[in-house]
C-alpha cells in the first residue's frame, strides 16, 4: 500500500512552492505540468531530493554546526521525507547516528539537512517532529558519509551499498562532503542533477529527522505483514483447496507453454512421450499367419520397418508375404507390443464340431470294406455273392438297392462294402482326402495268380495304409493254384499267415459261395483288431460315396456315415453343396429316418450334386451352412489360381529344405519288370537323412490313369523307363499336375532324382509335345528304305522334329526325320487329320499300327 506523495505535500515538506516543484518536475522529466495534487513518483521524488540536497549543501559544516549551535532551541522544520514506501527499521538508523555521536565531537558533527532515515516512515510524510536537542545528544549525521560513487561503468547508477551503512562515521571530518556523497536520496537512475548550491533555510536545531530514503522498493515490513495475513489463510486452508491451487497454477503453466514456441516444444515431447507409452502398450492381435503388411498395420508402424526387422532375423519377406506367428511374435517384441494369439473362428468351426468324442459314447462299428484286384478275377462276383446271400436272403421282403454300398450280416454283426469294385474309385476318394475303408479285400484268381492290376491294388491299399484280406477266388476251378498265389504274394511283402506273415489269405469261389462266410468272418476278425469305433449320439459326418442327378428325384447321393446318426430332416452341408435330408433308403431300398456310423444310405434333399469323396456333415445352423457354403465355392476358386503345389523333381529340392518333404514317392513304369525294379532299387538307394525316396508302385507297361490317380493321392512323381503314358493319363497327370518324367537310360533317371534331391537338378531342356500320328501302312522302297504312311491323330508332325515310335505303350526307338512327304511333295509339317509319308533317319523296323510321337527338345527356365 503505497502512500501517495503529492506535490503539494512535498512543496510543504521542503517548505517551497507547488509550482517550484512542478517546474522542477517539469524541467528534469518534461511532459506535462503536474498539478499540486499529483502524487508524485519515486523517481520524480528522488529528483526533487537530490536537488534540494545539494540545493541546501552547506560549505563548511563546522562553521554551520557552530552556528546552529548558537540556537539551541531548534525550531521545528519540515523535513523532507521520502516516499512513505520507505520504511526501513528507524532503530537501525539510531544506532549509527550515535556512535557517530560518540566518535565525533558533537560539533564536527555536521548538521545535515539532507534527510537520512526517517524514523516512521509508515505514515504519512511529516514534518519533523523531532525535538529540538543538543546536538550532541540528537543525531548528528555522519558527515563523513560515504557517499555514493558515481561509476560511469555503472550504467551511470550510484554504487549504492555504501549508503545504506551510511551513518558509519567518517574519520576525515575535514573532507568536504562532496554535494552527490551528501545524498541521502538514493535515486535509482537518477537523471545526474545539476550541481545545486543551497538557498534552502537552514535548520537551526540539530534534530534530525532520519528519513530513509532508500528506494529499494522492498517494503519487507509490508510484505511480512502481508505475510502475516495471508499465513493463518493459508493455514486453515484445507487440502482440497490447496489441491485446487495447484491445479489451477498447473494449468496456467500448461496454458503459458502452449502459448509459446519453447512450449510447444515441450508439448511435443510430451506428445512424442505418450506416443511411446502408447506403443510401449500396444497390444496385437496376431494370427497363426499374417502377411508382413498387415503385422506393419497392426503395430502402426511402416511396412519398410517391419521389412527391416524381418531382415535383421533373417527372413527376407515382401509386404505381401505372408509369415508365421513365431516370426511375426518376434517382430512385434522389437517394437514392444504386448502380444496376443489372434484365435480366428472360421464359420467351418462354429458349424462343424471337431471335437473327439468322449470314450464312454463310443460304441463298436461295422468296418468298411472295399473290393479289389485284377480285371476279371472275380471283384463283382464276389460282392454279387455276399449281397445275395447275406442281404436279400436274410433279410425279408429286402430288395437289393445298388447305392454304391451295403452292409453284409455276418452272424450278429454287419459288415459294410463299398460296392464300387476297383481300386480307382478307392484310390480317387483318397485323394479327395476321404479315408472311407478300413479293410481291402485283394481277389486274386486262383488260376490266374498276381497280375499286374492286383500289384497296383496292393500298392493302393499299401499307399492307404488300410489292412489286407486276400480272397484267393475261383477255387472251384481246376487250375485253381492258391500255392502259386500265396508265393506270388510275399514278393509283395504280403506274406500269408499260413507261412508265418499277418496276411489272412481265403480260398473262395464267387461262383459256388464256397469260403464266402469264412471270408466275412475273417473281416470281422480284422475289424476287431482295429477296434473300430464311433459315437451315435452326435451329429453325422461321413462320405459321399456316390452322386449323381435323378431326373425326379434331383440330386441323390449314397452317403456312407462314419461318425454320429444321420436323421431326415438334418441339414446337410458336402462340400460346396448344401440342403435338408428329405428321404432315406436304406441299400434294402428302405425307407428309414435314421442312419447311424458305417451306414450307407442314399439321400434326397441336397441342392445340387456334391461329387463323391467329399465329405458331409450334418448341422444345426442352416443359414451359417448356406454362409460356409459360399465361403467354399470361392475358396474352390481361388484354389483353381494357385494350384496345390505337387512335387515335382524341379521343386523337389525347395520342398526338402522347407522342411515339408520328408519322403519322395515315386512310381515306377518301365518297359520290363527287371528295368522296373532295378530302377526302383537304384532309386531307393538315394534315400539320406533329408529325404527318403520310396517307390510306392512298380509296374510293367504304359503309365496308365490309375498309376496318375495312384501318384495324385500320395504326392508321388510318376518315372516311366521306355515306357510312355497312355492319352487318358497323359490327360489327367495335366489335369492333376502329377509330373510324369520319362527314360530311355535308367542312369539319367537316377541321376535325376539325385540331382533334384541336392537341388541341383539342372532343368534346362524338356520336350514338347507337337503330336501323334499312326502308322497305317509301311512302304519298303529300294534305294530308300523304309517309309510309314501315317495318319496325323492330333497336333502335328514337323520335319524338324524327333519321332519316338511307340508300340503297344513301349518305346521302341526315337529318331530323326530323314523325309516328311505330302503325295510327292516334301512337306514342313503336316497337322493333325492328313495323312503323310515318313521316313526315319536310322530306324528301319517299323510296323503297322506303330504310333510315331513328334516332339522338339526346348530349353526353358524355371
Ligand atoms: N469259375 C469261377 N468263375 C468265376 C468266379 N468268380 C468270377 N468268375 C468269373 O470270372 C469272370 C469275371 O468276373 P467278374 O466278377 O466280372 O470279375 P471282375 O473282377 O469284377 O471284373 P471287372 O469288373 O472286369 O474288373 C466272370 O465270367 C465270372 O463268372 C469263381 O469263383 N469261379
Not at 524 to 542: M, S, Y
Not at 778 to 798: F, H, R
Request: with cysteine; aromatic share 4%; proline share 5%.
Amino acid at each position: 500500500m503505497t502512500i501517495k506523495y503529492k506535490v503539494t505535500d512535498v512543496a510543504k515538506d521542503l517548505s517551497v512552492t507547488n509550482k517550484e516543484i512542478i517546474e522542477l518536475v517539469a524541467k528534469y522529466f518534461g511532459g506535462e505540468p503536474k498539478k499540486a495534487t499529483t502524487a508524485l513518483s519515486e523517481e520524480e521524488l528522488n529528483v526533487i531530493f537530490e536537488y534540494y540536497t545539494q540545493k541546501n549543501e552547506v560549505k563548511d559544516f563546522n562553521a554551520y554546526f557552530n552556528s546552529r549551535m548558537e540556537k539551541p532551541k531548534e525550531e521545528k522544520k519540515p523535513e523532507p521525507k521520502a516516499e512513505k514506501t520507505v520504511s526501513k527499521a528507524p532503530a537501525e538508523k539510531a544506532t549509527p547516528a550515535k556512535t557517530a555521536a560518540k566518535e565525533k565531537p558533537a560539533a564536527k558533527a555536521p548538521e545535515k539537512q539532507a534527510p537520512k532515515a526517517a524514523p516512521a516512515p509508515e505514515k504519512k510524510p511529516m514534518p519533523a517532529t523531532a525535538t529540538a536537542k543538543p546536538a550532541a545528544s540528537q543525531n548528528p549525521r555522519p558527515v563523513a558519509k560515504e557517499a555514493p560513487k558515481f561509476d560511469p561503468n555503472k550504467n551511470g547508477r550510484f554504487d549504492r551499498k555504501p549508503q545504506f551503512d551510511a551513518p558509519k562515521p567518517k574519520p576525515r571530518t575535514e573532507q568536504k562532503p562532496q554535494p552527490q556523497k551528501q545524498n541521502a536520496f538514493l535515486g535509482q537512475n537518477r537523471p545526474a542533477g545539476p550541481a545545486v548550491t543551497s538557498n534552502e533555510p537552514v535548520e537551526k536545531e540539530r534534530t534530525v529527522r532520519h528519513v530513509d530514503t532508500r528506494t529499494v522498493d522492498v517494503n519487507l515490513d509490508k510484505y511480512n505483514e502481508h505475510y502475516e495475513q495471508i499465513a493463518p489463510q493459508g493455514r486453515i486452508k484445507d487440502n482440497q483447496q490447496k489441491k485446487q491451487k495447484l491445479k489451477q497454477k498447473s494449468q496456467m503453466k500448461n496454458k503459458a507453454k502452449f502459448s509459446t514456441k519453447r512450449e510447444t516444444e515441450a508439448e511435443k515431447l510430451q506428445r512424442l512421450a505418450l506416443e511411446r507409452a502408447r506403443k510401449q502398450q500396444l497390444k496385437v492381435l496376431i494370427p497363426d499367419e499374417i502377411t508382413v503388411s498387415e503385422l506393419a498395420s497392426r503395430l502402426k508402424v511402416t511396412v519398410t520397418d517391419v521389412i527391416k526387422k524381418l531382415m535383421m532375423l533373417g527372413v527376407m519377406a515382401a509386404q505381401h508375404e505372408v509369415i508365421d506367428f513365431d516370426t511375426a511374435s518376434l517382430v512385434a517384441m522389437e517394437y514392444n507390443a504386448k502380444i496376443e494369439k489372434e484365435v480366428i473362428v472360421t464359420i467351418e468351426e462354429k458349424l462343424i464340431n471337431d471335437e473327439d468324442d468322449d470314450t464312454a459314447d463310443l460304441q463298436e462299428r461295422s468296418p468298411v470294406v472295399v473290393v479289389m484286384g485284377h480285371v476279371d478275377h472275380g471283384k463283382t462276383s464276389l460282392l454279387d455273392r455276399i449281397r445275395n446271400a447275406n442281404v436279400t436272403s436274410t433279410e425279408a421282403g429286402g430288395i437289393t438297392q445298388h447305392i454304391g454300398a451295403y452292409r453284409a450280416k455276418v452272424g450278429d454283426r454287419y459288415v459294410t462294402f463299398l460296392d464300387t469294385p476297383g481300386h480307382e474309385a478307392f484310390t480317387s476318394m483318397r485323394a479327395r482326402g476321404a479315408a472311407v475303408t478300413d479293410i481291402a479285400v485283394l481277389v486274386v484268381a486262383a488260376d490266374d495268380g498276381i497280375m499286374p492290376q492286383t500289384v497296383e491294388a496292393i500298392n493302393h491299399a499299401k499307399a492307404a495304409g488300410v489292412s489286407i484280406i486276400v480272397a484267393i477266388n475261383k477255387m472251384d476251378k481246376p487250375t485253381a493254384n492258391p500255392d502259386k498265389v500265396m508265393q506270388e504274394l510275399t514278393e509283395y511283402e504280403l506274406v500269408p499267415e499260413d507261412w508265418g506273415g499277418d496276411v489272412i489269405c481265403v480260398p473262395v469261389s464267387a461262383a459256388t459261395g464256397m469260403g464266402i462266410d469264412n471270408l466275412l468272418e475273417m473281416i470281422t476278425v480284422v475289424a476287431d483288431v482295429q477296434e473300430l469305433k464311433a459315437n451315435p449320439k452326435r451329429l453325422a459326418k461321413g462320405t459321399v460315396v456316390e452322386a449323381r442327378l435323378d431326373k425326379g428325384r434331383g440330386p441323390v447321393a449314397t452317403l456312407l456315415v462314419q461318425n454320429g446318426t444321420l436323421h431326415t430332416g438334418d441339414v446337410l452341408i458336402a462340400g460346396t453343396s448344401v440342403g435338408r435330408v428329405r428321404q432315406m433308403i436304406n441299400d434294402r431300398g428302405q425307407v428309414v429316418t435314421e442312419a447311424g456310423p458305417s451306414i450307407p444310405v442314399e439321400i434326397t434333399g441336397m441342392a445340387e450334386v456334391p461329387a463323391a469323396g467329399d465329405t458331409f456333415n450334418a448341422v444345426e445352423d442352416e443359414r451359417l451352412a448356406r454362409e460356409l457354403v459360399e465361403q467354399r465355392r470361392q475358396e474352390q476358386k481361388e484354389q483353381q489360381f494357385k494350384s496345390y503345389q505337387k512335387i515335382t523333381l524341379d521343386n523337389l529340392f525347395s520342398q526338402i529344405a522347407e522342411g515339408e518333404m520328408k519322403e519322395l514317392p515315386i512310381v515306377v513304369k518301365a518297359d520290363v519288370q527287371g528295368s522296373a525294379e532295378a530302377v526302383k532299387q537304384s532309386l531307393e538307394k538315394l534315400s539320406n537323412e533329408e529325404v527318403r525316396v520310396r517307390v510306392i508302385h512298380t509296374g510293367v507297361g504304359a503309365i496308365n490313369r490309375s498309376d496318375v490317380m495312384l501318384a495324385n493321392a500320395s504326392n508321388a512323381i510318376i518315372i516311366g523307363f521306355n515306357v510312355r503314358p497312355d492319352p487318358v493319363a497323359k490327360e489327367d497327370a495335366a489335369q492333376e499336375d502329377v509330373e510324369l518324367r520319362m527314360y530311355r537310360i535308367i542312369y539319367d533317371a537316377i541321376d535325376d532324382v539325385k540331382d533334384a534331391m541336392k537341388g541341383m537338378l539342372a532343368p534346362k531342356t524338356r520336350e514338347v509335345e507337337l503330336g501323334r500320328a499312326e502308322v497305317r501302312l509301311v512302304y519298303k522302297i529300294t534305294n530308300v528304305g523304309t517309309v510309314a504312311g501315317c495318319y496325323v491323330l492330333d497336333g502335328k508332325v514337323a520335319r524338324d522334329a524327333l519321332i519316338r515310335v511307340v508300340r503297344d505303350g513301349i518305346v521302341i526307338a526315337e529318331d530323326k526325320i530323314d523325309s516328311l512327304k505330302r503325295f510327292k511333295n516334301d512337306a514342313k509339317e503336316v497337322a493333325q487329320g492328313y495323312e503323310c509319308g515318313i521316313g526315319l533317319d536310322k530306324f528301319n523296323d517299323i510296323k503297322e499300327g506303330d504310333i510315331f510321337e513328334s516332339f522338339i527338345i526346348e530349353e526353358y527356365r524355371d
